[in-house]
Each structure stands twice: as structure tokens, then as C-alpha cells.
């Protein structure tokens, strides 16, 4: 594995209306820590009930993971709470990823909040491009992600739903959804 001062940190960003933006992002989670890499995962949105994932996470030391959110705000009664919160959390995030403790972080349903308006794209596209440690690895999950983060990212995908089990009555499930 390359040391860090070797190492190019990507930014990845995975947007749009279509499912698999995570699921992709904890594919590169424990691929990174299959490598022996220290991974931290930070979720902006998802609340306190556990996902495969993270069930998952628990049995590698190398991932550390934050469900910090107030669970799903998208038809929210206290903006301001939800605003809060996404400050919050995203202040912790810039602290991890100064910390230099790890190789790849992971911000999990970030671009929700900048579409929201809860945390402004310039802003997190200025602290990629000014602060971000050049090792680190960084991947920024949601929709609407903002055009200013897009611009910042190497590498952005967008997923595009052509259809999905919800619309013919199929609720989410373990083990495919969570």
C-alpha cells in the first residue's frame, strides 16, 4: 500500500435520484479496510437504528462510525433542528479528517444537506480544496449534490433510478435496503 506521501486522495461523489449511493460508498468503506486502511464513517441524516452496514463495521477495528443525524427530516417539523444538527455534524467531519488518523472518510447523505440548504456547497467544496489533508480519501453521498462540490470531486457518478421495488408496494428490505 502506498504511504501517505505517496498517495493521491480521491474525491468521489455519488448523486442523483437512483438507489445504490451508499451502498457504493461502504463497497469502497470496507474495501479501504480490507487494506488495512482507517476508515471513519460520518451519516448526516440516518438517525440511531442500525443497518447491515454497520452491523458489519462493528467486526473490523479499522472502521469507526458516526450515525449522527435526526433520522429521516425530509418532510421536517424544525428546520431549525435540522440545521443545527447538519452544522454540528459537519463540524465533527472536518475534525476527523484533520485528524489524520484516517485514509478514507466517508460523509454519508452530506448532499442532501447542501440541497436542503442546511450546509452550503461552497463551502464544502472551499475545505476540499484548501484544508483536506492531499492523502486523504473522501467520498460524499445524496442527492442534489451541489454544483460547487461536484466541480471540486475527481470522480462524481450519478445514479439514475429507471425503476424500484417502492413503486410497485415492496417495502424496503434487510439485508437489500438497510
Known amino acids: ?72 427530516t425530509w418532510n421536517t417539523k424544525n428546520p431549525e ?29 452530506i448532499n442532501y444537506c447542501c440541497g436542503y440548504g442546511w450546509i452550503g456547497g461552497r463551502e464544502i ?3 476540499i480544496r484548501n484544508d483536506k489533508p492531499a492523502w486523504l480519501h473522501l467520498v460524499l453521498t445524496g442527492r442534489n449534490a451541489a454544483q460547487e462540490v461536484i466541480e471540486a470531486a475527481h470522480t462524481v457518478t450519478e445514479m439514475t433510478r429507471i425503476k424500484h421495488a417502492f413503486e410497485t408496494g415492496i417495502k424496503a428490505e434487510q439485508g437489500v435496503e438497510f
Do not use: P, Y
Open 1 to 72: 500500500m502506498k504511504t501517505r506521501e505517496r498517495r493521491q486522495g480521491v474525491v468521489l461523489v455519488h448523486t442523483g435520484e437512483g438507489k445504490g449511493k451508499s451502498s457504493s460508498a461502504f463497497g469502497m468503506v470496507f474495501r479501504a479496510a480490507g487494506w488495512g486502511m482507517k476508515v471513519c464513517v460520518i451519516q448526516f441524516i440516518k438517525g440511531q437504528w442500525q443497518t447491515g452496514e454497520q452491523k458489519a463495521a462493528e467486526r473490523f477495528d479499522n472502521i469507526e462510525w458516526h450515525a449522527l443525524g435526526d433520522g429521516f
Open 125 to 127: 467544496a472551499d475545505f
Open 81 to 109: 433542528q435540522d440545521i443545527k444538527t447538519s452544522r454540528e455534524i459537519w463540524e465533527f467531519s472536518k475534525q476527523k479528517m484533520l485528524s489524520g488518523e484516517f485514509d478514507l472518510v466517508l460523509l454519508d447523505e
